[in-house]
């Protein structure tokens, strides 16, 4: 399902400064962001203070649309990965990035992919939500993409955010849990400034923006609970349709 996504007509001079904090807005529940993604719609996942201490735009990539990776770009660094399974990455043909990854939180980069057909220079939000859309198309396969491209595929570990609590595990696990392919779209969340948005202002950001707002160590408790990343606990109902702001 598509999300709408309002779009302000004068970029230009909208005040884009930091959201003013609210510690008081409450971290949503997993059901809320699950009901999320398989309406379409994106979430906010934060980390851990000992681990990034940043909070990713998180939606599944079979919903990316030009508006919505539009409103992704807009309020992130700019850089669009997909997290998929290493089995995924495989069928693709998306091999690691190195040999030998120095990354310090591990994050498994793929080689860099656009669409075969239907893009242009493959950077605008249009050609973009279309090669999500192809890396999450079940019928996609090696000759589905193009290799180098401005999408970064990031293979998640096997087990999910129990294995490895990162976003990139998140957005598969989200999707997985919506029923949906587990094939995401995360982006860092950053203040027009360029610095990292931390968890206060992205209370202020989901509450400005109608997102729900969960972590990770959430995440990863809820799924302990239900013993396994493999549960649906969708419970969105069919062409639910909620505004992102």
Aim: hydrophobic share 40%; net charge negative.
């Amino acid at each position: 399902m598509n999300a709408a996504v309002r779009v302000e007509p004068d970029v230009a001079t909208a005040d884009h400064s930091r959201p003013q904090e609210n510690p008081t807005v409450r971290l949503s529940t997993i059901e809320e962001a699950v009901r999320a993604i398989a309406a379409g719609r994106p979430v906010l996942a934060v980390d851990n203070e000992d681990r990034e201490n940043e909070g990713d735009i998180i939606f599944a990539a079979q919903s990316a649309t030009p508006a919505l990776m539009g409103w992704t770009i807009r309020y992130s660094s700019g850089v669009i990965c997909v997290p998929l399974s290493g089995e995924r990455a495989d069928a693709l043909d998306l091999p690691p990035m190195v040999e030998v990854n120095q990354d310090a939180k591990g994050t498994a980069y793929t080689v860099s992919c656009d669409a075969a057909t239907g893009v242009s220079t493959g950077i605008s939000a249009t050609d973009r939500a279309l090669t999500a859309r192809v890396l999450a198309d079940p019928q996609s396969g090696p000759a589905s993409v193009t290799r180098p491209g401005h999408i970064f595929p990031l293979r998640a570990v096997y087990g999910g955010v129990r294995e490895r609590p990162g976003h990139t595990e998140a957005a598969v696990d989200l999707c997985r849990l919506a029923g949906m392919e587990p094939v995401g779209v995360i982006a860092e969340v950053v203040y027009d400034d360029g610095e990292m948005m931390r968890l206060d202002g992205l209370r202020a950001f989901a509450a400005e923006h109608g997102c729900p707002l969960i972590s990770i160590q959430d995440l990863v408790a809820y799924l302990d609970a239900e013993g396994t990343s493999d549960g649906n606990p969708r419970a969105a109902r069919a062409g639910e349709e909620e505004e992102i702001r």
